[in-house]
């Protein structure tokens, strides 16, 4: 593999990973609080129809993106609603969410568009541009470091760069903030933050709107940057790799980023190494494709160790009287 071939591979890692790791982080307040979320996919999906119908319809991708987003935290409410006042199974809510958001977010295509559960492809205004970074074109010609920062830094678009921020941004919310600490200590010991007169319920409604937030982004960036338009099921499972990847990480936020970047990685090999031939055997391409399935399961069977949950995690709150 040569060098150039080499920075386009870590090219695609970067832009796949950025999805999964918004949905991650996202996946990582909300389980911090104490409340698992398996619906990540669903917030995704629908983010990612909602994103791409509006933007077909008005031409904005700030539009698309603000529909994705709203739309997100509107399920991450419906799963907060299930899951914290009526004190439901979180892990039955995720799955109603991901089953609720495949077959609407195909109906309702179908009755907008009908094109088969998608929606028109975008173009112009209706995508996310890709961003180049001050000094890329100049730095182009400089042997190894020019084009590491102008095709591997620079070059991509924005949600991706908001997709990394969010890594420190996060870090520091919780470790570093008060918000941050109370949200934790709900995720381990809710009882004890009750009794210091903390909202326990209004916390753990914050880390699933902020759940809900990040999938929007991360549902949104799917449509309208790493692709153009929706198609039926286009997140592929990626909410649930993000899940994976939380467990690997742990449940803190850098490893959050090695672990995305590491999936990514396996997916972007995936797509450009297909049908290839060993000595006279050519992998099919279906066993390529998964790929990043088969050692998603072989890393989190063999190599994560012993990954501690929030103690709380699952278990909803009842206030003692």
């Known amino acids: 593999m040569d060098y150039n071939t080499l920075l386009q591979v870590l090219d695609s890692t970067v832009r796949l990973a950025t999805p999964l790791l918004l949905a991650c982080l996202a996946g990582l307040f909300s389980e911090r609080s104490g409340v698992i979320d398996i619906g990540l996919e669903g917030k995704m ?10 933007a077909a319809m008005t031409g904005s991708v700030w539009l698309g993106l603000g529909a994705g987003i709203v739309s997100a935290v509107l399920l991450s409410l419906v799963h907060g ?20 958001a495949a077959g609407l977010t195909v109906l309702i295509a179908q009755d907008w568009f009908g094109q088969g559960g998608r929606t028109p492809s975008l173009i112009g205004g209706g995508r996310w541009g890709n961003i180049t970074l001050p000094f890329a074109d100049t730095l182009s010609g400089v042997p190894v470091i020019g084009p590491l920062y102008a095709q591997l830094i620079s070059g991509h678009s924005l949600l991706v760069y908001v997709g990394f921020l969010m890594v420190p941004l996060t870090w520091w919310v919780l470790f570093r903030t008060r918000f941050g600490l109370r949200l934790r200590a709900v995720g381990e010991s809710p009882e004890a933050v009750d009794t210091a007169g903390v909202s326990v319920v209004g916390l753990r409604y914050a880390a699933v709107a902020i759940c809900g937030l990040l999938c929007g982004i991360a549902g949104s960036y799917l449509a309208t940057g790493l692709q153009a338009g929706f198609v ?88 003692e009287r």
Request: net charge positive; with cysteine; aromatic share 12%.
């Open 45 to 54: 999906l629908i983010a990612a129809f909602f994103s791409a119908a509006i």
């Open 81 to 100: 609603l299930a899951s914290i006042t009526f004190r439901g199974n979180q892990l039955i809510s995720g799955v109603a969410i991901n089953f609720l």
């Open 232 to 319: 039926k099921d286009m997140t592929a499972g990626r909410g649930y790799i993000a899940l994976a990847a939380l467990i690997f990480a742990k449940w803190r936020p850098w490893h959050a980023l090695g672990a995305c970047l590491l999936f990514g990685l396996l997916q972007a090999v995936a797509l450009r190494y297909q049908n290839i031939d060993l000595g006279g055997i050519t992998i099919p391409v279906q066993v390529m494709d998964a790929l990043p399935y088969i050692l998603t399961v072989v890393i989190l069977a063999g190599f994560v160790g012993k990954a501690i949950p929030p103690r709380a995690g699952g278990e909803p709150y009842v206030k």
